[in-house]
């Protein structure tokens, strides 16, 4: 990590200059013993060139020589599919990791929430986990004395200060580090999908801090799979491929492109046996959407007939328990539903639901009931393992599908129905208002 020089003249917050960075796959950490390093290379050194060529597979590349500024007053957004490489980035920045080639250069002081509890000792109570990690964050005390109320007042912990943080929900844990993170009046704001696990009130304050920051000449740097937030408070956003940048625009070309990337023109997709998406009890094959009655509507279906979700899934170990839950999100990224075949979330049990499985394929179905989405384009993520919540297995934007309005059920109002992500046929009726002792007729419609 190199400070950036002249920090009061130069307008840059950031500077990455072709970042890379290597993991070592099946093995625990990247340090070893002076003696396993030499021995290792040996060995390495001895072995045939087909059996070394094996080896240097085991090098995964989770970042690729990317490269960007950030200025200040700069609020910028990185998104990206689940394994892009944006949690590494933000770590190198934070210095909790270091680069395997180029250089990094940070102005000023970095405040960083890139994990639920990140610098809190869960034995302190929050009031002493303030002056804890505000003293980790590079606050001195006298500062966290002067922002102390205004930190637990935006945290909304006060009844809780002198608990010890280990008693504190996830939610509580993240809106106290934010709240620290954000009154120490950093240089470099970092801010990771953490935030998803407090509520919509609290997500909301969080995006207007950062606008306020950035509006005080601090750069914000935020990653998320929240795309109107990304669109409402960035003024750039980049998307990560595979480790690397391959746009860095306006927040909504930026968007388009990612949507693009993942849409499955098909309706279905299926894996292969060697890239099937797997546990060590659960090996996922197929994932499917299609109308009712119908063996395949590609990636379009009639919003006046109840829309399938299959999936396809083998058990690998005998006694087995999985789960499944999906998740669906509007092209803007707002969160429409989420549901699991947990008999307390589903209108039928699930005869499968937390019993042990024997070894073989299973298919599993969930059924949005006719005009209940709006005519719009939607994306699906899958999770499955044994237990909801706790995925073995994760897609994340597996399919992405559009609803067609074509007006063949109803005879009224035939544009584009106006409103949010959800449309149900709701029970409505009408009568007139007399003084008629005869009970009046009902009209119906279906709106």
Known sequence: MIPLQAPRQNPVAIRVEDVSKRFRLGTIGEHQRLTEAISSRLKAFLKPKSAATHAMSKDFWALKQISFEIQRSEVVGIIGH???GKSTLLKILSRIVTPTSGRVGVQGRIGSLLEVGTGFHPELTGRENIFLNGAILGMKRTEIRNRFD???????IGPFLDTPVKRYSSGMTVRLGFSVAAHMEPD??????VLSVGDQAFQNRCMGKATELGNQGRAILVVSHNLAAISNICSRAMLLEHGSVVLDAAPKETIEKYLQAMRCDSGRIQWELDQAPSSDQIRLHSVALRNAGNQSSGNQVDIDQPIVIELDYEVLVQGAINTVQIHLKDENGVFVLSSANAPSMNLQTDATFGQPLELGRYRTECIIPANFLNDSRYILSVFLGPQIGKPTIECDSVLAFSVLDTGAMRKEFLGS???PVIRPRLA???RPCNASRH???TVKSGH
């Not at 470099?188 to 999908?193: G, K, M, N, T």
């Open 428 to 430: 409505w009726s009408s």
């Open 82 to 84: 689940n394994g892009a």
């Open 150 to 156: 205004q930190i637990v007042e935006f945290a909304e």
């Open 439 to 441: 009970e009046p007729n």
């Open 417 to 419: 129905w106006y409103g």
């Open 188 to 193: 470099v704001l970092i801010i990771d999908e």
